[in-house]
């Protein structure tokens, strides 16, 4: 693993659970790793659920986060640290573009059966400004409710068809554990992480990629036509396991 000096992670699934704040455990890894390699965090969450859910936990000093890289709403925008958080691009739909795309959901629910569960958690759909995010049950859904809704991904993949015929122009995947999530053609993890290779003169073989939607269809699967190394996991202990492994391959000079 030492090979890597660029590790890029998914959110949702993989560092944290579903739209939850990251365990102490995680953060402690990070916080190691922050100091010998890149990492760049991708999701489908917006910039607020980045602050939320990962960022005001880590306890290091913030001159570590010269090393820490953001890539938001499945990498339709991209935000590295310099006294704050500072945008390097943000491609974003118009309020007549997103309500196109909202929609084109309401049909496609409706073709696909998908029926207004009777207790819901925030709003079904929402616009992320660069990206429109389907919920299942709502955004803010406990993770316990999301985990029964669609585990095998097979309401998805009916919306997700349904919906793709409906909106051929723009990408459709599935996200997290209750979503779908749409950004413009082209634009996506896969992207995101090109932009990012190029910004800091890295090459694909320098990165390694982990999330737990690898899966056709999973908005992590667009990182494999990267052709870089990417690592499946199922769950956040099997990632701790993963960053420990990178932690012991660390040069003993190094650490």
């Known amino acids: 693993m030492n090979e890597f000096s660029l590790i890029a992670f998914d ?7 579903s739209a939850t704040p990251i365990e102490p455990e995680t953060i402690t890894l990070l916080e190691s ?7 760049a965090i991708a999701s489908g969450a917006t910039l607020n659920q980045f602050e939320q859910q990962l960022l005001k936990h880590f306890s290091c000093d913030t001159s570590y986060f010269k ?7 499945n990498g339709s925008a991209l935000y590295e640290y310099d006294n704050g958080w500072r945008s390097l691009y943000c491609i974003d739909f118009t309020e007549d573009e997103a309500r196109e795309i909202m929609n084109a959901f309401d049909q496609a629910l409706v073709k696909s059966g998908y029926e207004t569960p009777a207790t819901t958690y925030g709003p079904i759909i929402e616009h992320r400004c660069s990206q429109v995010t389907f919920a299942g049950l709502g955004v803010h859904a406990p993770c316990e409710e999301k985990a029964k809704w ?19 122009e723009l990408s459709v995947t599935i996200g997290g554990t209750t979503s779908i999530d749409v950004t413009k053609k082209g634009i996506n ?7 990012l290779l190029k910004h800091l003169d890295h090459s694909k073989d320098q990165l390694l990629y982990i ?11 667009p990182a494999l036509t990267l052709g870089t190394k990417c690592v499946p996991v199922t769950t956040v202990s099997d990632t701790r396991a993963l960053i420990r492994q990178i932690l012991n391959e660390v040069p003993a000079e190094r650490l």
């Open 189 to 195: 993890k896969a992207y995101g992480l090109r932009r």
């Open 211 to 221: 999330g737990d939607t690898l899966f056709p269809g999973g908005n992590d699967a």
């Open 33 to 39: 790793l922050l100091r010998h390699k890149k990492i």
């Open 11 to 17: 959110m949702d699934g993989t560092l944290t659970e």
């Open 150 to 168: 669609d585990p095998d991904h097979t309401k998805r993949e009916r919306i997700v068809k349904n919906l793709s015929e409906l909106l051929p």
């Open 67 to 73: 090393n820490l890289y953001l890539l938001p709403t």
